[in-house]
């Protein structure tokens, strides 16, 4: 009797220990977020999303800033596998080369989701398309945010004529330029609307190359009847541009929501934008990351997005700024 009482009593000891273990392990979860640059506000409150979750989950966060390096972001994810740490979240600045550190971390065992941009060939890959090999793809649907800016734009374009557009878009390289026109294209054909692309250029993702493209479009098409922006950002440049022309061209953003971008709607400046939280994308990121490292969820392949209404001034209440 004492002995099965001593056996008792050692396994009962045993599962206290491992069960002790548990939450220690639990409690030393790092999750590493690897940015494109933290010089764009838009990836700065991704991070701050991303810690925010992390704080509340327990965890250890690690933000890095590659500086827009795709061989920084590489030297990172090799960094950060040394380091043991147990799941990374990326804004790829290349996504195609990002592929081999997919193939990397899934021999690592390492958790590993794609923020805010996709991974893989940027001209082909469909927008809810997840690599398999990834814990999740946390991002804005921006063919539906696209959708969206064209629903407003068909409001406020003339008919009985064909509008002339000019599309400021982002940097090459990302998914989501090739998406985001897709789905406003998509829905002035649905709407009927007749309409000429008369110019459609890249920028960096900045104010600066906004209003210089903006500027330069003008000039060329001084008839144009709208501008459509793949974010606030370069938005606010175009704005700029807009006013020193004392040119009447309509306004629409997709990658809004931000502060700035939101009192540039409220203040005229904008016709309208598309809300985009990167804020609540790092908390998705981080919350997917730390279910796969405490085996709560060990899913792969996942598409995790959220909702994306257009947003004017009488709505702005709406989309709180993340960014």
């Known amino acids: ?9 050692l396994a009962v000891s045993a599962a206290a220990l491992a069960l002790a273990a548990g939450m220690a392990t639990a409690k030393d979860i790092k999750l590493a977020y690897v940015a494109d640059s933290m010089q764009f506000p838009y990836d ?14 327990g965890c250890t966060a690690i933000v890095i800033d590659p500086r827009a390096s795709v061989e920084r972001q590489g030297n990172a994810i ?29 021999d690592a065992k390492i958790p590993f989701v794609a923020a805010a941009a996709q991974i893989g060939d940027p001209d082909k890959v469909p927008v809810k398309q997840v690599n398999p090999k990834l814990t999740a793809l946390v991002i804005t649907d921006d063919v539906t945010a696209g959708q969206r800016a064209g629903e407003l734009a068909a409001k406020l374009l003339p008919t009985g004529r064909v509008a002339k557009i000019a599309i400021v878009e982002g940097a090459p390289g990302f998914a989501v330029v090739r998406q985001r026109t897709e789905g406003f294209r998509k829905a002035l054909d649905a ?22 493209v903006c500027q330069n479009i003008l000039t060329a098409n001084p008839d144009l009847d709208m501008f459509f922006s793949h974010a606030d950002d370069m938005a606010l440049g175009c704005s700029r541009a807009i006013r020193a022309a004392n040119s009447k061209v309509k306004l629409v953003s997709t990658g809004g929501g931000s502060k700035l971008g939101n009192d540039a709607i409220k203040n ?27 085996g709560k969820n060990t899913a792969k392949g996942q598409f995790i997005s959220y909702d994306t209404p257009a947003i004017t001034k009488a709505n702005l209440a709406e989309c709180p700024p993340e960014w």
């Open 78 to 106: 090799e960094d950060l596998i040394a380091q043991k740490v147990d799941g990374i979240a990326i804004i790829a600045v290349d996504s195609i080369v990002a592929l081999n550190w997919v193939d990397r971390l899934a």
């Open 191 to 212: 709407a009927g609307i007749k309409y000429q692309i008369v110019a459609s250029q890249p920028t960096d993702w900045t104010p600066a190359k906004g209003e210089s």
């Open 1 to 9: 009797m004492q002995q099965i009482t001593r056996k008792f009593v």
């Open 44 to 57: 700065a409150a991704l991070g701050k999303g991303f810690e925010e979750a992390c704080k509340q989950l």
């Open 268 to 294: 005229g400046e904008f016709d309208g934008s598309v809300c985009t939280k990167p804020g609540t994308i790092g908390r998705l990121a981080a919350k997917a990351l730390y279910d796969a490292a405490t």
